[in-house]
Each structure stands twice: as structure tokens, then as C-alpha cells.
């Protein structure tokens, strides 16, 4: 017996967003790591060289999770869509015309 399109074979299963035991664990661990204060003096002096790694970002955010990033924007990007798309369409006819002749 097949599963049926759209269903799970295994409905009951884990949900989403649940936090697996490794993931717990990493996570656990790279905050012992970065709240080590000889490990905050090394970094401290790495930042100030310029040396710093950027696996030393991604234990971050393995720690505390990705910040989230906001843009702002205010009115229209100088884009009219609707109306590059109708020009768009009307140029496609225009050719097609313009081939069948």
C-alpha cells in the first residue's frame, strides 16, 4: 500500500520547529564556548587585529540564532510593473505580427 499524494507516512511525527537533541547540544556548546571568558579575551584581541575568523560569526549564531535582518523601504522602486508589462506584452505581439508576414 503507496502513500497518497500529499499525505505523510508518518502524520503523528515530529512538528515543526521542534529542536532535535543535536541541535540542543550544539547549541549548548557553543554558548559554553563563546561565554568562556579566556575564550572572550582571545576574541577581544582577534577583533582588534582584524583576524578574527568568520567561523567565530557562525558559533554565534549557532548560540544565540541568526539576527533578523529588516529592510525599509518607502513608495515605489521606480518600477510601474503593470505597465512594463502590458509595453512587454504589446512588443511581443508587435513581433509575432511582424514574423507571420
Known amino acids: 500500500m503507496g502513500f497518497q499524494p500529499g499525505q505523510s507516512g508518518n502524520p503523528k511525527g515530529r512538528p515543526k520547529g521542534l529542536k532535535t537533541q543535536r541541535k540542543i547540544a550544539i547549541e549548548q556548546r557553543a554558548r559554553e564556548l563563546l561565554e568562556a571568558p579566556d ?3 582571545q576574541l577581544a584581541e582577534r577583533l582588534r587585529d582584524g583576524t578574527a575568523p568568520h567561523m ?5 549564531y549557532y548560540a544565540y540564532g541568526k539576527p533578523v535582518e529588516r529592510v525599509e523601504h518607502s513608495g515605489t522602486v521606480g518600477l510601474d510593473l503593470p505597465t512594463r508589462l502590458s509595453e512587454a506584452k504589446e512588443r511581443a505581439r508587435a513581433r509575432r505580427l511582424e514574423l507571420s508576414a
Do not use: N
Open 56 to 60: 567565530e560569526t557562525l558559533l554565534h
Open 39 to 41: 575564550y572572550q579575551a
